[in-house]
């Protein structure tokens, strides 16, 4: 069985921009959350893969650390998708809860990001060229979910207050 989901069909006189918002409104929160965090792990991990192409060095502390380790290849999407959990679950609860979970996301998502850029720079042993991937990567990776989530929670039913 396979799940019937609508796709807008793209039109000379529609910008692509306005097909995604459709698609996004279209899909339950929990697919469009899926498909962000797919999307937002694929490329951010195109980007480290560029980087590394590029010649920037792989390898990171975490504090406390004695030297630094090779981040592997497909790192930077394993790390999307294990802190994507946390959004998914925000997203869940101010869908649920929040008067307004649209902006509540998109100032909660946007603060955190900006909190995640710290780690990258506090990271021991590690160069700064690698620091500053690590940091875009964040940038990267929030900029693919974090709007495609607020758009879908802007869309989301609300329930009467009490």
């Known amino acids: 069985m396979t799940a019937n989901v609508p796709v807008p069909q793209p039109q000379a006189d529609r910008p692509l921009a306005d097909v995604l918002r459709s698609f996004v409104i279209a899909q339950p929160l929990w697919r469009a959350g899926v498909l962000a965090v797919l999307v937002g792990a694929v490329v951010t991990e195109v980007f480290a893969l560029v980087t590394r192409a590029a010649g920037v060095p ?13 981040i592997p290849v497909f790192g930077f999407a394993g790390g999307v998708l294990f802190w994507s959990v946390v959004g998914l679950v925000l997203a869940f609860a101010l869908a649920r809860w929040a008067k307004r979970p649209a902006r509540t996301f998109a100032v909660t998502t946007v603060a955190l990001t900006a909190l995640s850029l710290i780690t990258p720079f506090i990271a021991p042993h590690t160069a700064v060229s690698t620091q500053f991937v690590l940091a875009v990567s964040h940038l990267v990776a929030a900029a693919v979910i974090i709007p495609a989530l607020t758009i879908r929670l802007d869309h989301t039913a609300q329930r009467p207050s009490a």
């Open 58 to 70: 792989m390898k990171a502390a975490s504090p406390g650390e004695d030297a630094a380790q090779e």
